[in-house]
């Protein structure tokens, strides 16, 4: 019996393609997509050529987080063309291929699968240096089929995004467990929504009485700072959200033997940043979650 046709043809069309990353998560919502485009946006402005590949079938965010709802995917003599955001980020995602972006997708695994497999087979990268692939949540079936059709060709290893609560972390223990078992190095576990950092300039101060009646002063507040104290217009007010008192990500990653690649705080610049589809390299408002991106992707 010769090769898989299929992996021989995967093969070559990742023959191009230099690093590749996966990016896991335990759960949804803990911010893989998030990470995943601000990942490439990083890379991309940083002169890279990267590819972005979305297949979580069930919930695919990222042509809404990259400002790309509603584009329709293009073939070429090559195959799939993925749609470029900038000359160097390519975006190709299951998204696209959905009539309705409201509706739920119902697939059992090997349909899942020979999705998956068509697109690491046809999508027409060309040369890339990275390609960040934004997985579904969890362990399932299509991780199995992903990891084991990425490996034939090489894959770095595995970055997982988690926030800092127990419920969260406990999963992120299995998805660990998971790469180990499948032989897929962990690159190192990323912690989310990790306290709220936001600058003072965006809160809205309040004098509130004995009996409860309010008044806006924050016009008055920043007239005041600026003139008294204009340093205090640079503070970043930060606080806890979740409980991580048993020690979050960093306890979790020393116990398991993992690197543990740092923190982004709860933004809500980010978030603003992340749905309408933008960098948050390039918004200044990001003061809070900017830098700590930056941080830990200088790590990889
Ligand atoms: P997942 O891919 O894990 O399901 P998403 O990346 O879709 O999660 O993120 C879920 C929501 O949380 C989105 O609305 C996103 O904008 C927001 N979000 C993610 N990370 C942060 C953060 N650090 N600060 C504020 N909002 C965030």
């Keep these: ?14 023959e191009n393609v230099k690093h590749k990353i996966l990016v896991l998560s335990g759960k949804g919502g803990v911010g893989k997509s998030t990470f995943s485009a601000q990942l490439s946006f990083a890379l991309a402005g940083m002169n890279y050529h990267v590819g972005l590949l979305d297949i979580d079938i069930c919930g695919p965010s990222i042509p809404k987080m990259l400002g790309l709802e509603g584009q329709d ?27 309705n972006p409201d509706e739920a997708v119902i697939w059992r695994g090997p349909r899942k699968n020979g999705l998956i497999k068509q ?21 399932s079936d ?16 595995a970055i997982i995004v988690t926030t800092p609560q127990e419920v969260s972390l406990i999963d992120v223990r299995k998805e660990v467990s998971f790469c180990k078992k499948v032989g897929l190095p962990v690159l190192g576990v990323v912690e ?42 640079d503070l970043v007010v930060c606080g ?7 020690g ?46 930056k941080k830990i992707i200088q790590k990889l």
């Design 1 to 14: 019996k010769g090769p898989d046709p299929d992996l021989v043809e995967i093969e070559k069309r990742m």
């Design 73 to 99: 995917i293009h073939q070429s003599n090559y195959g799939w063309s993925p749609v470029y955001l900038e000359p160097n980020l390519g975006v190709m995602s299951i998204g696209f291929m959905l009539p």
């Design 119 to 139: 697109f690491l087979k046809d999508v027409d990268w060309g040369d890339v240096e990275y390609l960040v692939v934004d997985a579904p949540p969890g362990t």
């Design 142 to 157: 299509e991780h199995i089929s992903i990891v084991q059709l990425l490996q034939v060709t090489g894959i770095d290893g």
């Design 192 to 233: 989310n929504m990790s306290g709220l950092q936001q600058p003072l300039t965006d809160f809205r101060f309040k004098k509130v009485t004995e009996i409860g009646e309010e008044t806006d002063v924050t016009e008055w507040a920043l007239q005041y700072m600026r003139e008294k104290a204009p340093e205090m217009l």
């Design 240 to 246: 806890e959200v979740f409980d991580s008192s048993k």
């Design 248 to 293: 979050g990500a960093t306890k979790m990653c020393m116990e398991m033997g993992v690197p543990f690649l740092g923190k982004v705080p709860m933004d809500p610049h980010l978030c603003k940043a992340a749905e309408e589809g933008r960098s948050c390299f390039a918004d200044q408002k990001c003061v809070a979650s900017a830098p700590a991106l």
